[in-house]
């Protein structure tokens, strides 16, 4: 029935195929083959992560458009029953019914046109799992397959959930019990298989990309992205061959490499493209002592879909110590490029270089940088390789290096958008360097970060007239880039580094929601500034477009944290507006919706005991603090406005309540565990007396 509906569909009635809404006869998310295939005939429902398999991110609807934008207004809103953290997600629209995920891996299946609940799905992701997820407990969303829907789980399962009840079907753990990897991102179907990489490069983990049978769960296939250790032998000749690019005991601390994110699918080939992620350790000389490319880290991989087997790579960042991953949106289209059309994957990872690859072979055939970029002095068409700074590889060299752009990347996991109707491909940049110390060894925590990158040397200065430069320095726009001519066309300057994804849309219109609480449409062609709502809430998440009953909507996820909103401290709350109520907001032309009025919220006062402590246990706890804490409370404990307040608890007035928290877990279950496994109670005393001393230093201004 669903076959013979969806060949109407491409024969007939193309655009009322979009307002389908489901009628009795369907099962909830019937997906399969044919409708993924031909998604871009079913222009209303918006089906797998990337709406079509190539992931371009476009929506072919056009009843709102760049004149009638004005008109838009807010049908309604859905508020996510999740933690105010990162909410990352982009939805799936299937036949009516949304599916959306939240923050702690949680599945909301909602009604499309009304915003009414049909069901919620609450993994119960362990609050344990929270420190093992570098840049927060985001999740980017569902996968859909004949009547089921799939996330991947903070903790590495996979689950498959009942489309209809919401109930679950099946689950698997995808990785082994105890170890240090998450999952973030979204899973893709691939004829029948469920593919689902995870993160924990940061951690000391071997990434992996892996397909499960749709109806069982069952592993089908799975494909390691660096070598393990030779004396086990290789898995695979890529393996292999990979093997020979590392040096050392790489295997000892992982070697990282995880697919946390990107991926698309050309049928033709039947190529499966996944980005690679990082080295673990990030500095190459703890990694890899005596250098070497370091094989698959920071690549476009492609391979076959049936097997997983090995197809072709290109490497972004050999050796890299950055964390510049590959991992970043990967879009297929067809380019005319000197006269001939080329079937091409194009990425914009973190290292701030723009690439365009053709997909059957890998070939480069273009990189141009799309910000400053300082690592490198470019990339050679020929060899394929970059140029690299001997003065950025500061694990050699054993000099600080402020590198442009940091490990925020120059764009980060924020879906970009290509409109095959302005040719042009728009993404979120953000131009911000970090310094980079090198660390005296990447010793493997069972709790912090294993990256070798000496956070505490390279913590906030003091210094408030620094400060306020480094603040200044910190920029984000959006970008609309000519992939051909591999140059910028036009750009919305962003108050704001970490904003959110983008959609684009035949009615010439992109939308992007921002850190400062505002979703934006912008004129496609042009970047004209159109129309904004404010969100109560900073935008990280990719807006998506669909069609119910024949109207157009526009849906973007609101909620803000991840890994710069969380890191970097008030350099992150001075850049994201103060509230940040989780929710999905729907729009509609002539809709007049209004969002409740904000709650009003009460600041703890600064109150903290005598600052009393030595100069030198301020500088141990000091780095204690950037050891254990500033990942997720923020750089230099000054609160990133999206986690409490530590300057501002009154734990701080309690030794015993303190070490409560930090020793015994007593918030274990909001994601902040027990830190006894690596940190004593002398020690927990000194991160007290620093983030008291903290307090004070910022009492004292606030008094200014
Ligand atoms: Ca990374």
Redesign the pocket.
Known sequence: MKRILGLTCVALVVAACGSQSGGAAHRAAAVNTARLTAADSEPGNWMSHGRTYDEQRFSPLKQITADNVSQLGLAWSYDLDTAHRGQESTPLVIDGVMYVTGAWSKVFAVDAKTGVQKWAFDPKVPGAAGPNA?CDVVNRGVAAWEGKVFVGTLDGRLIAIDAETGKQVWSVATTRPGSRYTITGAPRVVDGKVLIGNGG??MGVRGFLAAFDANTGKEVWKVYTVPGDPANGFENKAMEKAAATWKGEWWKSGGGGTVWDSMAYDPKLDIIYFGV??GSPWIKKLRSPGGGDNLYLCSIVAVKAKTGEYVWHYQTTPGESW?Y?ATQHMILADLEIGGKTRSVIMQAPKNGIFYVLDRATGELLSANPFTTVNWTTGVDLKTGRPGEVAAADYGTTGIPFVAMPGPGGAHNWQPMSFSPLTKLVYFPVTDTGFPYFPGKDSKTHELAWNVGTDFNAGSLPEDPKIKAQLRAGLKGHLVAWDPVQGKEVWRAELHSPSNGGVVSTAGNLVFEGNSSGEFVAYRADTGERLWSFATQAGVLAAPISYQVDGEQYVAIEVGYGGAFGLAAGELSRETHVPSNLPRVLVFKLGAKGALPPLPATVALPFNPPADTASAATLTEGKALYHTYCSTCHGDSATWNGVLPDLRRTPLLKDRAAWEHVVLDGALTERGMVSFKAEVDSAASEKIRAYVIHRSTEDKRVEQH
């Open positions: 570098c490069a940061e992620g990082n964390d991953d």
